[in-house]
């Protein structure tokens, strides 16, 4: 047994490193449970359309709603799930989730475009499209209401693999958006070559301090710029202030997101949130100051 196996291996793992290890086994078989028995949740976070101030959609974040633990954030599952192959039902999970939500807020007469997170495992799967398809129309919800988020991890196995997929995508209604730009490898070869829609800027550019502002600013300009040259709209993420929400909204970007605006939601408080800010992020008048 595994126990055994480390009571051999004093010199090799800790104690420590050995519960560690336990955990991460045990969550996996809980997480394998938790699929079926409806222990995920979606929150949803707002995005913002700057130019009119009114909220287009949302992003949908998964969660743990763990019997014993409480609500777990992805950061404390999602690496429990890659180790252990479980990404793939989590992402049919999602999903179906999404579009069964965007279909119930639809019939409230809330239309609202929803992003998904997709991870490395749906595009060497080969099965993204037909999934993603399959969930659309099982809800009975229209492409234009789904945007697929990818990252740059999650395309460098297979980047022409991952290109084909995203313009079937595309092709089909669904837009696509690369997340996190402008933070660890992203290269702008991979912007060139990458079919997407929309790209969005990661926090660590979007979510300056006073001290870097004007160094921020040059490189989101930067990111807007190129972005247009390609054809793609930019969304800044991670927007936590006023002062970086008038930036965004200044340089260009057409969507924003972030805590400023507003956190991630559960589902049941996205309607009263959608009617309660219908035109409270308005860009402001022409010549009214803009409070910075
Ligand atoms: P992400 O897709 O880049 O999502 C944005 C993350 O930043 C979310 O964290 C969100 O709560 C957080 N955030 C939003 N606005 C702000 C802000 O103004 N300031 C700060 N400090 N943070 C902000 P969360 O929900 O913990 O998700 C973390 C990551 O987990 C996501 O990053 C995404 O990569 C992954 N993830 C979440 N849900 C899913 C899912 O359903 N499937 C997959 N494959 N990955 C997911
Ligand atoms: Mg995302
Ligand atoms: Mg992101
Ligand atoms: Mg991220």
Redesign the pocket.
Known sequence: SAKAAGRNRVHVFSPDLRDAAERRASLAAELRDALVRDELV??Y?PVVHLPTGRCTGM?????WQHPEHGLL???EF?PTAHAHDL?TP??RW?MTEATRQIAEWARIGIALVVA????AEQFSSGTLVEDVFAALTTAGVPPELLVV?L?ETSVAEDPELAAEQMAELRRRGVEVSI??FGSGFSSLAQLVSLPAGVL?ID?SLV?FTEGNRDRAAAAIAAVVALGQACGIRSLA????SAGQLALARELGCIFA????IA??MPADDVPGWVLAHRDALAPAPPGEFAHF
């Open positions: 979606l929150h976070q992003e949908a974040l998964v969660r954030q992805p950061g999602l990404m989590l992402a999602v998904i997170n997709i991870s988020e990252t997340d996190d969005k926090r979510n993420e991670g927007v936590e997101q972030g805590f400023h956190r991630p």
